[in-house]
């Protein structure tokens, strides 16, 4: 999740994404079933021939849910994440639990793996925050030379139709335990780029602080996805409707994408 608007407001201020909302990013996401997640990823790993357990590097890794779950499943993993803020939360979660895992600050654009992994994952749509082919080639690019030989890059992508279609004019507002949250979302056919307004209104004592955030996301077809990984040398690609192993639809919402080296 990359790239975005970077001016504050007089009251409230609008950042990039991550920079404002990581204490309260677990609640807005209480929703996502991480461990559905962990076992439809395990089991993908396990697929590739992969031993349960093996090294894995999780890149935007976020808040460090996925990631403790993955160690909790016997894996040795690290987590890179481009948020400070969303690195903070990781560690002391991590403290709180007693699991072994690594963070370390970083980009998926410019990230170096200090040494050679089986499995590389990268969730929650962070792949649609790279927003040039360019940019998205030479992601590819480190993730291959970060894989061992027989190694696994598992990510899944927004597809073209969900961020057309359902997310284009899409207006949430959600409330949780007095935390308010206003989600607009738009798309823009001429970029296949689409942004999400995110505004909040944080509990002060009395009062609230507004916070907004800008987040852009690039729709990339399958296509161009597989040829980019291929150009990054991976030997293999796979595409599959997330949760299953199913080939995507035209009307998929979100696609898991399986790269072999």
Avoid at 14 to 30: C, G, H, N, T, V
Avoid at 84 to 111: H, N, Q, T, Y
Avoid at 128 to 156: C, K, M, T, W
């Amino acid at each position: 999740m990359i790239d975005f608007l970077r001016h504050r407001r007089s009251r409230g201020c609008e950042r990039a994404p991550f920079s404002q909302i990581p204490p309260w990013y677990d609640r807005l996401m209480k929703d996502v079933d991480y461990g559905q997640w962990t076992g439809y990823v395990d089991g993908l790993i396990g697929r590739a021939g992969l031993s349960h357990g093996c090294d894995l590097l999780d890149l935007g890794c976020g808040t460090g849910s996925f990631s403790l779950l993955l160690a909790k499943a016997g894996y040795a993993v690290t987590g890179i994440d481009s948020s400070p803020g969303m690195l903070k939360i990781a560690r002391e979660k991590a403290a709180r639990a007693r699991v072994r895992v690594r963070f370390a600050e970083g980009d998926l654009r410019s990230f170096s793996a200090r040494r050679p992994y089986a499995a590389v994952v990268s969730l929650f749509d962070s792949v649609n925050y790279i927003l040039s082919n360019r940019e998205l080639e030479e992601s590819f690019r480190r993730v291959h030379q970060g894989l061992a030989p027989g190694g696994i890059f598992l990510f899944d992508i927004n597809s073209v139709y969900s961020l057309s279609e359902y997310w284009n004019g899409r207006l949430e507002v959600r409330e949780d335990g007095g935390l308010t949250s206003i989600w607009r979302h738009r798309y823009d056919a001429g970029s296949s780029c689409a942004e999400l307004e995110l505004t909040l209104f944080v509990p002060r004592g009395r009062r609230h602080e507004r916070l907004v955030e800008i987040h852009r996301e690039r729709a990339y077809e399958l296509v161009e996805i597989e040829t980019l990984l291929v150009k990054a040398g991976f030997a293999r690609v796979e595409m599959f409707k997330h949760g299953t192993l199913e080939p995507p639809l035209a009307n998929t919402t979100r696609v898991m994408v399986a790269a072999y080296k």
